[in-house]
């Protein structure tokens, strides 16, 4: 059975970086596109990155480009998400996700399994 399970979460303070960690077993990884989401108490899931099989093309949310960046490393069946310059905005739950195809892509629908998440607080 396929899993995806997040690691690398944690509390830090703003200003500060962490780095995410997504391992996927059991199934198909290196042909389809990655992601990540993310979640507040209260708030709708939020796009936050995603990665074309290949590594090649990226696509970022509005709100956390020029900081965050997604990268993948398929002989291992991992997806990273280096995360700099953190916001007290940016505290969430932090999903992992496998795209239903090999382009990156930024809708919840467009993926078809899912991490059980890894929570990110940033304190101000």
């Known amino acids: 059975q396929v899993q995806l399970v997040e690691s690398g979460g944690g509390l830090v303070q703003a200003g500060g970086s962490l780095r995410l960690f997504c391992a996927a077993s059991?199934?198909?990884?290196?042909?389809?596109?990655m992601g990540w989401f993310r979640q507040s108490p209260g708030k709708e899931r939020e796009f936050v990155a995603s990665i074309s099989r290949s590594g090649a093309l990226t696509h970022y949310g509005d709100s956390v480009k020029g900081r965050f960046t997604i990268s993948r490393d398929n002989a291992s069946a991992t997806v990273h998400l280096e995360m700099t310059n953190l916001e007290p905005g940016d505290t969430a739950v932090y999903y992992c996700a496998r795209g239903r195809r090999t382009l990156a892509a930024s809708q919840e629908g467009d993926y078809d399994l899912w991490g059980q998440g890894t929570q990110v607080t940033v304190s101000s």
């Open positions: 059991g199934g198909t990884f290196s042909t389809r596109a």
